[in-house]
């Protein structure tokens, strides 16, 4: 039984070393779901890109995920729990490393699934590359761009972050960004219609 937990540990003590390799240390590490860094994404052109060369656009929707949060207050109870109990096991004479016990623990004083700041430099990265993709075929004005947001708070504040990092190439978004709230009820009922329409 001894044996098994020592592998807990080592492994709980890999994962943390891990999440925390970049300079961004604890607040960029524990979380519910995949942090976006760690899904191996890379840019490529397509065929659909080289036929904007031939093409005239005239309308483009783009669709986005909230970017990085922060875990729920259940996540962050169980590393706390986790923590408390490496600590426990340490005091006992279990080989734990001693700088995990010292180690902060993730996210303790975040606001809880909300947007942290790397999910704002997600959002304000795809709002650059969005421009710089899409400047040639578009006048962007204040006019001419629409953002809908559902009315979670980390939704709304990952289409501020968007918004951000178009707005830093147009001279005429240095305007507030209208974002247009869809109430929550409607936006389950989006999602009802979309299942049904699925099935």
Do not use: W
């Amino acid at each position: 039984m001894g044996a098994l937990f020592s592998a807990f540990c080592a492994i709980a003590t890999f994962l943390l070393f891990i999440f925390n390799y970049e300079p961004e240390t604890f607040f960029s590490g524990l979380s519910s779901k995949t942090a976006y860094r760690f899904c191996g994404l890379k840019s490529y052109e397509d065929k659909v890109s080289v036929q904007f060369k031939r093409c005239t656009l005239v309308h483009v929707n783009v669709l986005l995920r909230h970017g990085t949060r922060a875990p729920d207050s259940k996540s962050i109870k169980s590393f706390t729990d986790l923590h408390e109990r490496l600590k426990e096991s340490y005091n006992s004479g279990s080989p734990i490393p001693y700088k995990l016990l010292t180690h902060p623990i993730p996210f303790k004083n975040a606001a809880v699934k909300e947007l942290l700041p790397r999910g704002f430099q997600e959002h304000d990265g795809l709002g650059r590359r969005f421009f710089n993709l899409m400047r040639q075929h578009f006048d962007f004005t204040i006019e001419n761009v629409n953002f809908y947001s559902s009315s979670i708070d980390r939704c709304i504040a990952s289409g501020r972050a968007f918004y951000n990092g178009v707005s830093n190439h147009c001279i005429f978004f240095s305007l507030t960004p209208v974002i247009s709230i869809i109430p929550l009820y409607q936006h389950r009922l989006v999602a009802v219609v979309s299942s049904l329409l699925k099935s």
